[in-house]
């Protein structure tokens, strides 16, 4: 394929104002230390010469069929990684992980634990490290945040957080509603589930080949940016005539205006230039189709979420590549997953009934579900393994994560697995480490070591060592 | 703040997870904001958000209060007029910015601009239900909805100007060429009165009229039209519920709302939408500042048929009916249904016959469906034959929310009712028990034998509860059709008797319904639902006496509108008290 370069970047100090806007609300408001200093110093050799970069990727379902017969390498891949066969011996696979849950009915939680085995309250512990009461939305922040704070990247986007299946179908998926990225302040970071305006926005830079098209588009930018100007204004006079309270939920509105603000200036001056390739036009995003769902009546939904999870994978890889961000999170269904497995698997359930309801294809279908959602890992890890900077191979300075939300045969949270890949010199490759006991907050604060980002991370701080190099 | 919530979370005797629950309860349909903190939401002083209730058969207070019933007040408003005994203006506690749900943007913008095409407005981030879509507290702002904004401003702009009349509706005036900036500033003055719910100044008129020199620059009046409804679209007081007023005297945190706020806040608690320009008009001209104004004028909203919509989008996600497939038209047909029950009980001011109505308004495949034993020509309302069914309890919408392994589950359905209907507290399952999975036990086993969780006492405490309810249920399919026998096994009939606790027994729907309607709790727990769904957030101890005096008044007047009238005219309602970070 061709090879992506990086965009020149801008590397023009941005004014943090997340950090003043914290502020207003009162001395009790203190920042945390990761988002007060700056990057620290990656401990691996060879990766400060080039930017590096996050992803950290979520299935909706819980998993099975994901463990391997044996460690180290040479393993066979499980059926339920079968999609990973291609990409073994770039990924690492950590399993015997497992989120800790209360000792009894009456016990309390442990450190970095969950409620229950029901699916409402495993994503907090998992992409957070600390528990979270029940049906609760983030408090703490994941990696993601804990790593994008840590660039602190000139990058027109601070992270990026997509999501292929759009829609709930019906419930509502546990309290945390399909998003797997907070900031430290419990801002959950709400997905973009559009492909196709994720795609707009990405490209909002790349100029067209056509001068008077590419001046066209140039006046445009600068006409978005006229009305987010008067947006603004209007938003200083309406700040001041309401309460101090409203008016620090409204900065943290007016926020994210800035940052649009601040990418239609980064990308508005020329955008994306050099080699680096975007993607075509994704085209209209793909519409909802009903089908039956034998164990609850009625029909669920599918929007095509393979065709989905392709593009924002390529997204990614494209962001990634032309240095549009350096962190990303992607998540192909909601937990809880109430898709169709009708036309992906010929059964008519809910992704959810696959891990409940009895029937003759159980098993290949669970696995087959299971491979599905880590077909769009390998991906990303194979195109980041064929795209190259300044000669090296992407993914030799990327880390990328994956995690699906629980395990095995059913609701627990024992016994998981979880893939990663990343720089060669960091992290081992081509191995599957059983890690029994150990966490999955464990296998991110490595993946964040693997970046240069050393801060501890969850309540049970701690790392998997076998994954490091 | 991160650290003191923290503090509160896991500091020792303030457990934030032990669960008494039991096998196959419910894992939808829960409640983030109770148990959500975060650095604005520190700024309230949540009494809600941490440990978790326990079954209980006392009155419902999952969210709420210390159960003391407070007495009506004396009017102490600046007005005089028309006091609401128990709703005086300290009655609700603090409330926070509010920002439009989809469904609010979506209706406001179809007044605005007139029928929305499909799709619009999908890119923006869908609503958390807690069971309503309008919480505040879930309300994050982030790059995808600053992005779905931004795309959705631009959409209808396009969708606007891309037809004739549409655009010549709502532009006002015809350009007589791109550099017509007296038509631009007449069109942006009116577009924006009317999405920011306020007058224009002229100031903000110069900065939208500005916009001509863009249409001058591409020779096209659109592209200036274009970015003033950009602009207006993009503007936080169109996308926030903002709220001014006067500060009232020795309550620091306390306003008084102007007439302005008070009629966005009306018509969003009403219609659901934005202020018609007759509403905009009256608050303009000082007719919103006295309780017996906000009275006539919220009488006449709920006389409008969007007032009545409203109501049924409030039971439908009080009742957990909204999110069903209507697909087909059997399931269409079901919803129409429940809704002529709503509208039926609301406009004959006979609330509780919601659950003991002895008609319905059926189609006829939905008689068929049911096994009536009655034709049915064409749709409209039909007596019940016999005494198997009344009330929403025996309609197909209310009945498929218990769906669950292929049949009927009497845990969920009994669930609905004790956590729905009486707004009671339902914890979680022991950490060891997996919901999902059917009961175990004997699968040949008839449903009373195969769904007894009474082994584990941490699992009674709850299924003795809710199973009972259910179980007096079983005579519904999962769709509502009538049974006498389990499907498949004829040898397990069904006596369709059950009990709810500390209520008594009762027979199938008729028998539920009238329990529940002569015992007032659900009156009670309505009252507390239609707090929550006019403050955006769950009820919390500081919005006790304002719960209290609406279940008295409603559960005596047995009168919806009368209820809904009285929140929205009472002093309570016209004043704010805003989050203070005590």
């Known amino acids: 394929m061709k090879t992506p370069m990086t965009r020149n970047h801008d590397h023009r100090p941005r004014v943090r104002r997340r950090a003043f806007l914290r502020g207003l609300a009162g001395s009790t408001l203190a920042l945390p230390l990761l988002e007060s200093v700056g990057p620290r110093t990656a401990r691996a050799g060879g990766l400060d010469a080039l930017p590096r970069r996050y992803v950290v990727m979520v299935g909706g379902t819980e998993q099975n069929y994901t463990v391997p017969s044996s460690t180290g390498a040479d393993y066979t891949m499980p059926t339920g990684l079968a999609s990973l066969a291609a990409v073994q011996d770039r990924i690492t696979l950590v399993s015997g992980l497992q989120v800790p849950t209360p000792s009894g009915p009456n016990a309390a939680i442990p450190p970095g634990g969950r409620g229950h085995t029901l699916h409402g309250d495993i994503m907090p512990p998992l992409l957070t490290g600390y528990r979270t009461p029940m049906y609760a939305q983030y408090q703490d922040p994941t990696s993601d945040q804990v790593v994008a704070a840590s660039f602190d990247a000139p990058t027109p986007f601070g992270s990026l957080q997509f999501r292929a299946q759009p829609h709930n179908y019906k419930g509502s998926n546990g309290g945390t509603g399909g998003v797997i990225s907070a900031r430290a302040d419990g801002t959950n970071l709400t997905p973009q589930t559009s492909p196709r305006l994720a795609w707009e926005q990405l490209t909002l830079g790349v100029a067209p080949d056509d001068p008077a098209e590419a001046a066209a588009q140039l006046r445009h930018i600068a006409r978005q940016r006229s009305v987010l100007d008067l947006v603004l204004e ?236 | 703040m991160l650290q003191e919530r923290r503090r509160l979370l896991r500091a020792p005797g303030v457990e934030i997870g032990p669960t008494i629950r039991c096998n196959e309860l419910t894992t939808t349909g829960h409640n983030p904001a109770m148990a959500r903190t975060k650095q604005m939401r520190g700024l309230i002083a949540l009494a809600c958000v941490v440990g978790q209730p326990a079954c209980t058969t006392g009155r419902g207070a999952a969210d709420e209060h210390d159960g003391q019933s407070t007495e009506g007040t004396e009017d102490d408003s600046d007005d005089g007029e028309g006091p609401v005994a128990g709703l005086d203006r300290d009655a609700l506690g603090p409330m926070g910015l509010r920002r439009l749900s989809r469904a609010e943007l979506s209706r406001t913008l179809t007044d605005l601009v007139g029928p929305l095409p499909a799709g619009l407005i999908d890119s923006i981030p869908g609503d958390a239900e807690t069971p309503f879509d309008n919480d505040y507290t879930t309300q994050d702002p982030s790059p995808a909805l600053i992005d779905g904004l931004f795309a959705m401003s631009a959409a209808v702009a396009d969708h606007v100007l891309a037809d004739p ?61 274009t970015m003033v409804i950009e602009a207006v679209l993009m503007d936080s007081e169109f996308v926030y519920r903002i709220e001014t007023g006067e500060l009232v005297a020795d309550q620091p945190s306390m306003s008084r709302l102007d007439d302005l706020s008070m009629a966005t806040r009306l018509s969003y608690l009403l219609w659901g939408t934005g202020p018609d320009e007759a509403l905009l008009l009256r608050a303009e001209q000082g007719e919103l500042s006295t309780s017996a104004q906000v009275r006539e004028v919220a009488e006449a909203m709920l006389a409008d048929r969007r007032g009545l919509e409203q109501l049924q989008r409030f039971h439908a996600m009080w009742l957990d009916y909204d999110d069903l497939p209507q697909g087909s038209a059997l399931e269409l047909a079901m919803r129409l249904e429940t809704d002529a029950l709503v509208e039926r009980v609301v406009a004959e001011r006979r609330w509780s016959s919601l659950l003991t109505l002895e008609q319905s308004y059926l189609s006829p495949a939905l008689a068929v469906h049911y096994d009536l034993g009655v034709e049915v020509f064409a749709p409209g309302w039909v007596d019940y034959p016999d005494a198997r069914r009344a009330g929403i309890l025996s309609h197909g919408a209310f009945l498929a929310v218990g769906e669950k392994f292929g049949d009927t589950s009497p845990v969920e359905r009994g669930k609905a009712v004790w956590t729905r209907l009486l707004c009671e507290p339902m914890p979680p399952p022991p950490p060891d028990i997996d919901s999902g999975v059917p009961p175990a036990g004997d699968p040949t086993a008839c449903k009373p034998e195969r769904y007894d969780m009474s082994q584990r006492a941490e699992c009674a405490a709850c299924h003795t509860i809710v199973d009972p309810i259910g179980f007096g249920l079983e005579n519904y399919g999962p769709r509502g059709q009538w049974r006498t026998h389990e499907p498949g096994r004829p040898q397990c009939s069904i006596e369709g008797r059950g009990e709810v606790a500390g209520l008594g027994a009762f027979a199938g729907a008729p028998g539920l319904g009238a329990l529940l309607a002569d015992s007032g709790r659900v009156h009670t727990c309505a009252m507390r639902r239609l707090l929550q769904f006019s403050l955006g957030r769950a009820p919390t101890a500081a919005d006790a006496d304002a719960v209290d005096a609406l279940a008295r008044r409603f559960e005596t007047s047995d009168d919806m509108l009368d209820a809904v009238l009285a929140l929205a005219s009472s002093d309570a309602f016209r004043h704010r008290v805003v989050e203070t970070n005590e």
């Not at chain 1, 159980?362 to 991906?379: E, H, K, L, T, Y």
């Not at chain 1, 964040?448 to 969850?458: C, I, P």
């Not at chain 2, 038509?183 to 903000?204: V, W, Y």
């Open chain 1, 234 to 469: 209007h938003g200083n006079h309406t700040k001041a005539r309401v309460s101090q309270a409203d008016a620090i939920r409204l900065e943290q509105h007016f926020d994210e205006l800035r940052d649009l603000e601040t990418r239609l200036d980064q990308l508005g001056g020329g955008g994306i230039t050099g080699t680096c390739e975007p993607i075509a036009d994704p085209g209209p995003d793909p519409t909802q189709s009903n089908h039956p769902s034998t164990e609850h009546g009625g029909t669920t939904g599918y929007s095509n979420e393979t065709l989905r999870s392709e593009i924002f994978v390529d997204l990614v890889h494209m962001a990634l590549a032309c240095d549009l961000t350096r962190v990303a999170t992607f998540q192909s269904t909601i937990e809880q997953c109430f898709m169709s497995t009708g036309p992906l698997w010929g059964v008519n359930l809910e992704v959810h009934d696959v891990t409940h309801v009895d029937f003759p294809e159980r098993a290949q279908v669970w696995a087959d579900i299971m491979s599905w959602q880590a077909s769009f890992f390998g991906r990303l890890v194979a195109k980041l393994a064929d795209s190259f900077e300044d000669g090296v191979p992407l993914l030799d300075n990327t880390v990328v994560v994956y995690t699906n939300t629980g395990g095995q045969s059913g609701h627990g949270s024992y016994d998981m697995t979880m893939a990663v890949a990343g720089p060669p010199q960091v992290l081992v490759r081509g191995q599957h480490i059983r890690a029994a006991g150990a966490m999955p907050c464990h296998v991110l604060q490595t993946a964040m070591q693997a970046v240069g980002v050393f801060d501890d991370f969850g309540e049970v701080p701690g790392i998997v060592p076998q994954l490091l190099v």
């Open chain 2, 165 to 225: 009349d549409r655009r010549a509706t709502v532009l006002g005036c015809t350009p007589s060429g791109p550099d017509d900036a007296a038509c631009l500033r007449a069109f942006a003055t009116s577009f924006a009165r009317r999405a920011l719910r306020r007058p224009i100044s002229p100031a903000e008129g110069d900065g939208y009229a500005a916009f001509i020199s863009h249409g001058v620059e591409e020779g096209e009046f659109d592209v200036a039209a």
